[in-house]
């Protein structure tokens, strides 16, 4: 999101530039060594690092060297159950080099727009540290996904060399932690989330993540964007990964495409049967509960009552995947793939029908929309962004691009999908009418783009440093 919202500002003449780590599995060889080495604090002594820069899309692109990110395997943890013990430490020394990068580059930007809890102490250090070289800076700190906030113990908080203020802390005594994207909600100048329902949400007890407090009160300062997509990487027309290229006024690669992948997903090749996919992670958030629960579960209903297809492809949960692959094993119709592949992304969203994210709850969601780009619907939940991108076919015949629905259910999963073949049992032309629609979506950064450029110039006008 960050590189693809900072090439939309710079094509709007915006001067844009990152910091981000360099992680150990960067590769160095087109950047360029910045000629200062800077000494930032934490407890036990100060930190030596370097930067290196490089520039794409008009965008500058700067590296902060040390090896508390150069020398690890991973971002959070070398795989994603076991973080680092030492994260908050981390991040912090990214926080601290954000600004004093800004210092030895002499550039002080108008807004820095801070992206989840790893940037959370910024707008922190801004308001509490006051620098005249900051003196019009302002912050912005946008929400990715409220349910990770970056929390650790209060003693951890020691180890930064940042002084405690009750505000960074969530949660009561005894069990009280230091929690940096609280931070950046409490003290950033403005808030951003990555849809406008999931602004709406993250304000109510039921999505707020113990925060919906802070949110509700901080509401005049919320806004919600919805995402937008890479069309150069997700084009119909030139997808690299796609044999059978085609666009909204030609649709035969879309169908030569089903069949493919019918054929290489192990499937009946035969265009009359509706194909479903999911693309996921195989986790609680993006209903494989309420697809797999039960006997007979949502999903073996769907397969064995419904003529339809269906292929899935992610990684997650153990005992979730091993259910899922005995039902691929006792379901012709059912192809059960335990990857992460960027190629069968491409083919699936290319070639499917229908495009199944029965999702709790999804901030902004980007299947559904590489989905609608590649004229493949999405039946959807009714919950974040997904609620902003979709109108729904049953409510809107004339304008409708897929099938949404509220219940978080097994039943609720299935009777979405009878709706979805309903839709399909109209016939081939009626299909492509609303694939043509889906495919005329507006998805592209530059809508979004000029969304933030109006929040950003509420603020003060000029230049913005994404961390």
Known sequence: MVGALSTALASLGEDVRVLLPFYGSGESTSLTE????????LLGGDERVTFSETKLNKVTYYFLHHSYFTARKGIYGDTSFTPY?????????LNKAALALCKALDWAP???HCHDWTT?????????????????????MTI??????????????LGTDIMPEQRMFSGERPSKRTNMLKTGLEFADLLTTVSPTYAKEIQTQEFGCNLEGLLAARAQQLSGII???????????????LAHHFSASDLLGKKLTKAEIQQEFSLEVDDSIPLFAMISRIADQKGFVELLEGSPCALERMLTEKRMQMIIVGTGDHAMEKKLVELGKNHPNLSVNIL????????LEAGADFFLMPSRYEPCGLNQLYSLRYGTLPVARKTGGLADSIIDLDENQSEGTGILFEQMSGHGI???VERSLRWYEQGQQSMNEIRTRCMNWDSTWQRSAQSYLALYESSIRGNYVCV
Do not use: C
């Open 144 to 157: 990715h996904n409220l349910a990770y906030q970056g929390e650790f113990s209060r003693l951890e908080l």
């Open 120 to 140: 959370g102490f910024v707008p922190y250090l801004l308001k509490t540290e006051p620098d005249p070289f900051f003196g019009k800076t302002r912050s912005m």
């Open 34 to 41: 910045l000629p200062f080495t800077l000494e930032l604090s």
């Open 340 to 347: 992460f592949s960027n190629r069968a992304a491409h083919l």
């Open 227 to 241: 995402n937008g997509i890479d069309y150069e990487e997700w084009n119909p027309e030139t997808d690299p990964f």
């Open 85 to 93: 013990p030492d994260n908050l430490r981390r991040f912090a020394l």
């Open 414 to 416: 299935l009777e979405a």
């Open 110 to 112: 108008d807004v820095l």
